[in-house]
């Protein structure tokens, strides 16, 4: 299984962005797949994630209302739409593979991609 992050970019308050992760595999659509960031000199943290059948998603209430994660089964891939971007959004963002326990923690994910900075002008 691989996941490669992709959209991030230099951008001003108030922008937006859309990320990508495309994942390798055939079991792509019966994971979860959530994304985190980490900020320089902090904990990587949680963002969102989807069900494996699009049907939920939960987001941290630091992005609530301004991020949206969708899927494409048919193209292996997960977005999120990031609308309204702060500067404290500044982070690289890493796109996971959900296996098992909470999905807000680190330990439930065993498959990462590489990550995408994301960097956010005042």
């Known amino acids: 299984v691989q996941l490669q992050a992709s959209g991030g970019g230099l951008v001003q308050a108030g922008g937006s962005l859309r990320l990508s992760c495309a994942i390798s595999?055939?079991?792509?659509?019966?994971?979860?797949i959530s994304w985190f960031r980490q900020a320089p000199g902090k904990e990587r943290e949680f963002v969102a994630v989807?069900?494996?059948?699009?049907?939920?998603?939960y987001y941290a209430d630091s992005v609530k209302g301004r991020f949206t994660i969708s899927r494409d089964n048919a193209k292996n891939t997960v977005y999120l739409q990031m609308n309204s971007l702060k500067p404290e959004d500044t982070a690289v963002y890493y796109c996971a593979r959900y296996d098992s326990g909470s999905y807000y923690y680190i330990n439930s994910y065993n498959y990462w991609g590489q990550g995408t900075l994301v960097t956010v002008s005042s």
């Open positions: 989807i069900t494996w059948s699009g049907g939920s998603t």
């Open positions: 595999g055939r079991t792509f659509s019966s994971h979860s």
